[in-house]
């Protein structure tokens, strides 16, 4: 008999199949001599076995067990209570740290996350900016909706400035 | 006015309430009660008495210190050992660490002399008075390997099921099948010649 077949025996014996697995186990151990034979060898086995454990007691007398038990705890204790007063304890400090580190890390990142997306989302439709300077004036023009950007540069008269240089910076629309 | 509590007749849940108020004569009248259940619980998965006293004790520290997640949907009892439990496979997984792969180990997952075994017709225990059978059948399972020890210990004694013990043990429930199969394999034929050497004497 092959293992597989020995281990559904098994779980068949120890109420661990399914009641149509159950079935065929049991159809099988019926008429087959061989599963027949480990089912009865591995019931007898469970029936001695069962609830036949050796009862042993503590080779220790009550107060002697209890003496020790209870120095442990009180040791454990202290040597809790001595941390904790001296700050070190690893325990309060995970509770600190669950206690204050995450929520004011929460709002760092809410704050994080406000300063990055508020100028995009409180900016107007069309933003006109002026920058003033001492010989060029400089007026910029932003439409987000169409993706443009006009810039105009003029002097202190007011005349627009022919060559402005660069313009590698101006959003050009697609 | 209340009665004071009597703790020699009281419920182990009054104890342990009583226990959470930092009374340790409570938790003392608890550990008079269980202190042997455990004791064997840790001698049985170890096989020594001075590991089995140490766990035994660590597990009643950690019980005190635990007290307040006990919910009480199992008795104190089985909670107790269960911390126990746990105790004695942390232990068995640090010493087991130590040691390298052996042929034992393959034995344990896959049957070494058991998987030719003839199947037994004859009960290995039959007739045997109830303290002499106690007493085959722990000197069979000092015999066992570790392995094929816990999984029995743990599914004839403490009953629990496949899942259970795989969740515990950390391993799949086809290799509880295969260890429980060849510690019951196992054991029988060392009843068997249990058997045979007292029917030749």
Redesign the interface.
Known sequence: MNIELELKIQAWLDNELSAKEAAEVATLVATNTEAQALAAELKSLKISVHGNELALTVPESREFHWSKIERAILQAEKSESRAEAAGFSPFSFFAWARNWLAPVAGLAALVAVLIVVAPSSSEPEYSETETPSEDVDVIHFKDPASRMTIIWFYDQSGNPVQNPGSIDNVEKPE | MAKPLDFKTAEDSALVRVALRGN?VAF?EL??RH??KL??RA??MLRN?DAA?DI???A??KG??RLKQFQGDAGFATWMTRIVINLCLDDLRKKKRQKSESLEELDEEW?GAE?RMP???V???EGLE?HE???R??RALARLSEAHRKV?VL???EEM??KQIAKLMDCSIGTV??R??YA?RR??AL?MSFKKERDSE
Request: glycine share 2%; proline share 2%.
């Open positions: 340790m003392e550990i008079s202190r042997d004791y064997a001698f049985s008495e006293l035994a004790q660590e009643w520290v005190w210190q049957g998987r199947y037994f017709t009960n290995p225990t109830r059978l106690r007493q059948i722990d029995l599914y004839e004694f099921d496949y099948m295969s429980l199969f019951r054991l029988a009843l």
